[in-house]
């Protein structure tokens, strides 16, 4: 994906990585024009060289990031951020939601790493796994990363940058969970407020939600918006009517 309006871009990232035995595709986003340069959520932990290939592909160098948005507390959205921090000289600005800052921070616990998860996730884990990447897997999930956060962005906020992003909350999938529309390409980036399942749009995981009438009420909030294309982060992108299959999937 790569749309331009006058001087800003925005790009879906594809990283994918082997995770529990199997290739796991996120899809961060990238904005930039002349003056900043956005990336939306940074993968798990130990994934920087593969977001330094895929943003090196569009022109940008993690030394170029201005800001770093985090749309929620998910290990697989903070995971790589401390390790780019530590690789850049200047301040990256870290921006989230105030209900998620205390998690990303680490003075809370992320909600979803409870004893229960943790011993289910060390069930998942294949036989054919070598116990040092296991261990490894499991301590990162103990002490997950953290990372100031150094701005606390509100629900209809517009930042000025690249065009406008709009801030929309929705809560749901976590308390302080949060989507973006880049206004100049009429993008909504939905984290995991949305997904992509076999080509067709879907809203989030129950799965992995904490609240799902919450959730579902955030993909009305969604539907209301003039989306010519979203990115999911589980799924990527989906331009096919994307009004039409919001309303249909809010009941509108």
């Known amino acids: 994906m790569n749309q331009t309006d006058r ?35 940074t993968g798990f932990p130990g994934q920087t060289p593969l977001f330094t290939q895929a943003m090196e592909s ?28 530590e690789q850049t000289e200047h301040l990256i600005e870290v921006l989230a939601s105030e209900k998620e800052k205390p998690f990303i921070e680490g003075d809370q616990m992320i909600l979803k790493i409870t004893p229960e998860a943790l011993a289910a996730a ?7 796994v070598p116990e040092q ?10 002490n ?24 929309i909350a929705t809560p749901g999938h976590t308390p ?5 529309y880049h206004i100049p390409s009429k993008t909504l980036i ?30 009305k909030k969604l539907a209301s918006y003039e989306v010519q294309s979203v990115i999911c982060y589980h799924g990527g992108l989906f331009q096919d009517n994307v009004s039409q ?8």
């Open 176 to 180: 302080g969970h949060i989507s973006l």
């Open 7 to 41: 001087a800003s871009q925005i790009h879906m990232l594809d990283i994918s990585a082997m995770i529990m035995g199997k290739v796991d595709t996120i899809h961060p986003t990238l904005i930039h024009d002349d003056k900043h340069a956005i990336l939306v959520d």
């Open 245 to 252: 299959a919001l309303q249909e999937l809010a009941h509108i």
């Open 58 to 85: 569009h022109g940008i160098r993690i030394h170029d990031l201005s800001h770093v948005i985090l749309t929620h507390q998910d290990i697989d959205h903070i995971g790589s951020l401390p390790a780019m921090l």
């Open 122 to 128: 060390e069930a998942m884990i294949p036989a054919n």
């Open 144 to 167: 997950p990363p953290k990372s100031p956060v150094n701005r606390v962005i509100q629900d209809g906020e517009v930042l000025p940058l690249c065009g406008g992003i709009e801030v």
């Open 133 to 142: 990447w296991k261990q490894a897997f499991l301590s990162t999930l103990k």
């Open 190 to 219: 939905a984290a995991d407020a949305l997904r992509v399942v076999d080509g067709r749009l879907y809203g989030p995981s129950p799965e992995q939600t904490l609240n799902m009438p919450q959730a579902m009420e955030s993909v």
